[in-house]
């Protein structure tokens, strides 16, 4: 079974390197409005966000079990429960695709770590 899914604002999940700094607070910032603030978020637009998210997500998948395959980065591995199939979840930034026995239960369990999009939540479509 495969299963696919887009990770929601992803990049907030993951702390930055750089040092983002905003000049002046807008007034959503309620009672810090005014003042000078630091980001510590990986944001969108930032040179080390897609990397830092990649760390990310990869600390989350190895707490899930998964380890990195030799030959590419973005293809995870673990044995399943019955210790008889491997599960597979390949990503690309904030997509990832699952292919297990019982995908849903892998898409469960990213589920809990992080928001993943409604919408692009299903099989793989071609």
């Not at 040092?19 to 005014?34: C, L, M, N, Q, S």
Request: glycine share 8%; net charge negative.
């Amino acid at each position: 079974e495969q299963l696919c899914g887009d990770i929601g604002n992803a990049f907030p999940n993951a702390y930055t390197n750089e040092k983002v700094y905003v000049p002046y607070a807008g007034t959503e910032f309620g009672e810090r409005a005014g003042m000078c603030i630091v980001i510590k978020k990986a944001v969108y637009g930032l040179c080390s966000s897609a990397e830092r998210f990649h760390a990310h997500l990869a600390d989350s998948l190895r707490s899930m079990g998964f380890t990195q395959t030799r030959f590419d980065n973005d293809v995870w591995i673990r044995k399943d429960e019955s210790g008889e199939c491997y599960e597979y979840i390949c990503t690309h930034v904030d997509d990832f695709m699952i292919c297990s026995r019982n995908a849903q239960r892998v898409m469960d369990e990213i589920c809990s770590v992080y928001l993943v999009k409604e919408s692009s939540k299903g099989p793989p479509s071609y």
